[in-house]
Antibody, heavy 119, light 113 residues
């Protein structure tokens, strides 16, 4: 069974930093592209970052809203996806989901981890 | 690419059909012949779940009352007979072009009348 378990969320002040992790199991993690998607309070889904697999040179994409502040990475030896979030803003408050790509889009989602940016 | 869904709210009587429209600001058909348009369902308090991928392929375990169709920049999710468990928010998402974000539609909230 595919499992994605996010951790690392919490309360942080504006301008602060946070590092999210996503532990993957039940599939060959290194084969897949992985994404982070977030959902603000009472809001829709927003894709924010993608990292491809080794065969695709671990290439990365970011949404404009986080580019330059967030950094996605992966450790295939530990089946773990990361999201380093710097210069956090109040509008970054959201539940952050780790997702696995299959056939071109996210087919598996974690339960999400809540990030609250507030003073 | 901007994805626009309609309606944003969809009250439906149990057993009746439902239809959600999704339009993209440019054609999603790629040179490989695929159209990378997916549909997701998010039930209250749950993580999203993929229903349809690559325009019309139903995810394993998804009831056959759900179907996806369309072409180019105009897409539709249809539910042939709405059941109580279908309540939630439905999102379309394009993955033909990974650029500039904006990959999800705004969401359509389906509720039972």
């Amino acid at each position: 069974e595919v499992q994605l378990v996010e951790s690392g969320g919490g309360l942080v002040q504006p301008g602060g930093s946070l590092r999210l992790s996503c532990a993957a199991s039940g599939f060959t993690f290194s084969d897949h592209f992985m994404d982070w998607v977030r959902q603000g309070p009472e809001r829709g889904l927003e894709w924010i970052a993608r990292i491809r697999n080794k065969a695709a040179s671990y290439s990365i994409e970011y949404a404009p809203s986080v580019k330059g502040r967030f950094s996605i990475s992966r450790d295939d030896s530990k089946n773990t996806l990361f999201l380093q979030m710097n210069s956090l803003k109040i509008e970054d408050t959201a539940v952050y989901f780790c997702t696995r790509d299959r056939s071109g889009a996210a087919d598996s989602w974690g339960q999400g981890t809540l990030v609250t940016v507030s003073s | 690419v901007v994805m626009t869904q309609s309606p944003l709210s969809l009250p439906v009587t149990l057993g009746q059909p439902a239809s959600i429209s999704c339009r993209s600001s440019q054609s999603l058909e790629r040179s490989d012949g695929n159209t990378y348009l997916s549909w997701f369902q998010q039930r209250p308090g749950q993580s999203p779940r993929r229903l349809i991928y690559r325009l019309s392929n139903r995810e394993s375990g998804v009831p056959d009352r759900f179907s996806g169709s369309g072409s180019g920049s105009d897409f539709t999710l249809k539910i042939s007979r709405v059941e109580a468990e279908d309540v939630g928010v439905y999102y379309c998402m394009q993955s033909s072009y990974w650029q500039s974000g904006g990959n999800f539609g705004q969401g359509t909230k389906l509720e039972i009348k």
